[in-house]
Antibody, heavy 122, light 107 residues
Framework: EVQLLESGGGLVQPGGSLRLSCAASGFTFTTYGMGWVRQAPGKGLEWVSGLSDSGGNSYYADSVKGRFTISRDNSKNTLYLQMNSLRAEDTAIYYCAKPFRDYGDYWAFDYWGQGTLVTVSS | EVVLTQSPATLSLSPGERATLSCRASQNVNRYLAWYQQKPGQAPRLLIYDASNRATGIPARFSGSGSGTDFTLTISSLEPEDFAVYYC?????????FGGGTKVDIK
């Protein structure tokens, strides 16, 4: 059974940093790209970042480029999102998500974690 | 960036009725469009990928069509559990983007 378990969310002041983690199990993590998607309270979905299976190619939404860094540790089956210079508008539930197929650019997501809430406020 | 525009914003229907949701892309995304369902307090659920392919376990009452810039999600006969918010998403280029959503509620 595929499982994605996010952690690391919480309350942080504007300008602060957080690192989110996503522990994956139930599939061959090393052959899948992975992504982060967020959802502000009461709002729609916003894609944040994606990372190829090897970690060699990363992609970011313009709204987070230069502030967020996606990475992975394939030995630990874990995806990360380092978030720096956080702003109030980054407040959201952050979901880790797995593409529906491996070994390629199949960037639609068939499994999602339960999400972790990040609140940026003073 | 590809902008996805969903319409209508809200669709009020009764169980058993047919639902037709639209997603229009600002540029050609070929058939690289997906549809998701989201219920309150839950993560999104993939319904359709690549315009018309049902994801694993998705009932046959859900169908997708379209290519290029115009796409449709059809629910042939609404079940009580289908009242939710639906999003489209493209994967044709970076950045990926989602539409703003269509809420299907009970009339």
């Amino acid at each position: 059974e595929v499982q994605l378990l996010e952690s690391g969310g919480g309350l942080v002041q504007p300008g602060g940093s957080l690192r989110l983690s996503c522990a994956a199990s139930g599939f061959t993590f090393t052959t899948y790209g992975m992504g982060w998607v967020r959802q502000a309270p009461g709002k729609g979905l916003e894609w944040v970042s994606g990372l190829s299976d090897s970690g060699g190619n990363s992609y970011y939404a313009d709204s987070v480029k230069g502030r967020f860094t996606i990475s992975r540790d394939n030995s630990k089956n874990t995806l990360y999102l380092q978030m720096n210079s956080l702003r109030a508008e980054d407040t959201a539930i952050y979901y880790c998500a797995k593409p529906f197929r491996d070994y390629g650019d199949y960037w639609a997501f068939d499994y999602w974690g339960q999400g972790t809430l990040v609140t940026v406020s003073s | 960036e590809v902008v996805l525009t969903q319409s209508p914003a809200t669709l009020s229907l009764s169980p058993g009725e047919r639902a037709t949701l639209s997603c229009r892309a600002s540029q050609n995304v070929n058939r690289y469009l997906a549809w998701y369902q989201q219920k309150p307090g839950q993560a999104p659920r993939l319904l359709i990928y690549d315009a018309s392919n049902r994801a694993t376990g998705i009932p046959a009452r859900f169908s997708g069509s379209g290519s290029g810039t115009d796409f449709t999600l059809t629910i042939s006969s609404l079940e009580p559990e289908d009242f939710a918010v639906y999003y489209c998403q493209h994967r044709s280029s970076w950045p990926l983007t989602f539409g703003g959503g269509t809420k299907v509620d009970i009339k």
